[in-house]
Each structure stands twice: as structure tokens, then as C-alpha cells.
């Protein structure tokens, strides 16, 4: 056998082992209330992390596998922890904004509205809440621009005071637009 696949094979049966070691654990009443065990190289459980990465220390191959009760779909998430946490990879909001882009909506929020943002509020809610303030702010600024022609329906009295409606053909009831003083 070639070196490479005498380490696979040990890695396989480590791991093998390694589960039913983990699944000894979670069978165990008295560790019924833990969802995750932590296995170093040597093959020692610990229910805490900081006792296995203290125990690690001391080992020449100072891997620890993370078992969880509910299956090996957590070993992702687990792995995915390990790699942010490496710093090589930005972390990345919902919409893939980053950080920096919501530090740059915090600022323009703090500067519309004179305070901070909740510190829960999602990206899009603080995108939304400064564009509806923006456009408050828009029309408290230009109000002749943002008024809306008036509706008026059409009186004897209109007809009278206004000639020019009775030659445009407008009648008693007929709804027409007033223009914005």
C-alpha cells in the first residue's frame, strides 16, 4: 500500500471510531442535556470546547472533531465557523452587502435622523428608512413642486364668474383640474 492510502484508511477508521465514541457520549443519561462532544486525536471526549483545545496542546496531531446529536449537517457549520474565523473570508449580510456598506447606511441614517439605528434593524429596513427620509425631506424642501393639481366639480357660480369654461364646453357637474396657485 502506498503511504497515502495506508493514512486514509487510518483517517477512515479514526473517524469511524471517533463516531461511535460520540455516539456513546450522547447515549450516556448523564450527558443527555448536551448536543455537542469534542474529540481530540487521541481519541479523548470532553462535553466543552476549552477542554479539548486545552487537551490538544499537549498532542503532536492536535486536530479535534465536533460531533453533534443531531446528525453530521452541524459538522459544515462547524468547519464554515473555522474558516471566518481565519479571517479570510469577509462575512457577508443577507444580500451580499458587506459590513463596510452597512457602516456607510448607518452613517447616512445617524446624519438624516440625529441618532443611531436600532441595532437589529435588517439592511433592507435601514435602506428603507432613509429613503423615506429622503424623500420627506425632499418635499419639505420644494413644496410647489410636490402639491397636486386640485379636483373641482363645476358650479352654476363657476360657470357664471368664468366665461371661458362655457365656450370650452364645460357643463354644471363636470369634474375639471385647477392648477397650483
Excluded at 496531531?61 to 473570508?89: P, Q, W
Excluded at 457602516?103 to 447616512?108: C, F, I, N, R, S
Aim: net charge negative; hydrophobic share 30%; glycine share 4%.
Amino acid at each position: 500500500m502506498e503511504p497515502s492510502n495506508c493514512i486514509k484508511r487510518f483517517m477512515a477508521d479514526n473517524n469511524k471510531k471517533f463516531e461511535q465514541e460520540a455516539k456513546a457520549f450522547f447515549a450516556n443519561l448523564k450527558n443527555s442535556n448536551k448536543n455537542t462532544c469534542y474529540i481530540t486525536s487521541d481519541g479523548n471526549v470532553f462535553s466543552a470546547d476549552h477542554y479539548a483545545q486545552d487537551w490538544k496542546k499537549k498532542l503532536k496531531d492536535r486536530t479535534v472533531e465536533v460531533y453533534h446529536r443531531h446528525g453530521s449537517a452541524s459538522k459544515i457549520v462547524e468547519k464554515l465557523k473555522e474558516v471566518l474565523s481565519e479571517g479570510n473570508i469577509e462575512p457577508v449580510l443577507g444580500n451580499g452587502s458587506s459590513e463596510a456598506d452597512r457602516d456607510a447606511l448607518v452613517k447616512e441614517y445617524i446624519e438624516l435622523f440625529d441618532t443611531k439605528p436600532h441595532h437589529n434593524l435588517g439592511l433592507e429596513k435601514l435602506q428603507a428608512a432613509i429613503a423615506d427620509k429622503k424623500a420627506e425631506l425632499a418635499k419639505t424642501e420644494n413644496p410647489s413642486e410636490n402639491q397636486e393639481d386640485k379636483k373641482h366639480i363645476v358650479t352654476e357660480e363657476d360657470l357664471l364668474n368664468n366665461p371661458e369654461l362655457v365656450e370650452q364646453g364645460v357643463k354644471v357637474g363636470d369634474e375639471i383640474t385647477l392648477p397650483n396657485d
